[in-house]
């Protein structure tokens, strides 16, 4: 089954983002209201938000949402889990609109926020899994990101478009080499007191 | 390949914490203090700390720290990544005490805590993982803790212990239906102003 709104399949996260701070729901909430969520279905409980649509919306509103939180300069975490071609997925709850511009990026340019992250790809659907995942590590190396081996996951440092750009391509490539079904955990610290002279 | 640890397959989990406070440090060291990790070995770094030993004692790591942290009141999150059997696995950092006993279940099993989670299964290595997936979503439902379908996840709402017991069982029981590599990401809430008129 490939779930298609319109002419593409219906790609999702399930993400949180956590400021280590009191004003938690204060910065999370002034960060979502300048985050344009009009291309995605979005629904938020008290663990997770999720986010379905179109596979470069899903990527444009969840670094948006980042980067407005690391603006307030708190140190943050967000864990985001992307999703294509679940067979368990159904065709609803997503967003009509299928047109291609992304609607953060004029806004989200101009903030540069260096980021540490670790990430994991999980190839489901198909093809040789293992040989995927660290072909894709092997790519992700040649996209301006510091890439360094870890239990479980891959870590990345850099700057947090570069980063999210080879999050974003590493996704689209592991599907179209032939897994019909992937997953992507990303693990993403920002403003941590630990690598704050990194990032001046 | 099947990296063993004296008997058992090396285990190991990925996980971060975040308490939304600024005393957020203070909140996870004070917590590591109360939590015995001598059975397991640990690497923190900004991102996440990963440890990794006998499958009984990530989790009973994972879910003191979890508790030791919950008892601040402090609103937090918790993101684990549990994994076994990663053919990329190395035999190296693993801990040499391979007794059964777990060493934080004496102070954890006082710590009354509800909690909000949403678990995904990935049984990477062989079988019908869908299937697999199915079937140990339908145990859980057996396991006292309250099971609700989500996007990319399935959420589950109870007593941490019972959460915690109903996760390991499934991890198991994943691995042992065939699955010779098996990761599961749990995120997991406490405290949270939504809902804690629930956990009063």
């Not at 949180?16 to 209201?33: G, Q, T, W």
């Not at 709850?93 to 511009?101: G, Q, R, V």
């Not at 891959?154 to 478009?161: P, Q, V």
Request: charged fraction near 20%; include cysteine; glycine fraction near 8%.
């Amino acid at each position: 089954m490939n779930h298609v709104c319109g002419t593409s399949k219906i790609a999702g996260c399930s993400f949180s983002i956590h400021p280590m701070s009191e004003d938690f729901a204060e910065i999370i909430l002034d960060s979502l209201n300048m985050v344009d969520t009009s291309k995605v279905w979005l629904d938020t409980d008290d663990v997770t938000t999720t986010i379905r649509g179109r596979l470069e919306h899903i990527f444009d509103v969840t670094k948006a949402i980042l980067l407005q939180v690391s603006k307030s300069g708190v140190h943050a975490a967000l864990q985001a889990t992307y999703s294509i071609g679940c067979p368990g997925d159904s065709n609803g709850d997503t967003c009509p609109d299928e047109s291609l511009d992304r609607m953060n990026e004029d806004s989200s340019r101009f903030i540069h926020q260096h980021l540490s992250a670790k990430f994991s790809l999980y190839p489901m659907g198909g093809g040789s899994y293992m040989d995927t995942i660290y072909t894709q590590i092997e790519a992700m190396k040649s996209k301006g990101v510091q890439v360094t081996p870890a239990h479980y996951s891959t870590r990345l440092d850099g700057d947090t478009h570069t980063v999210f750009k080879g999050l974003e391509d590493v996704f689209r490539a592991t599907e179209a080499s032939g897994s019909s079904h992937t997953v992507m955990t990303v693990t993403v610290s920002v403003n941590s007191p630990s690598t704050k002279e990194v990032e001046s």
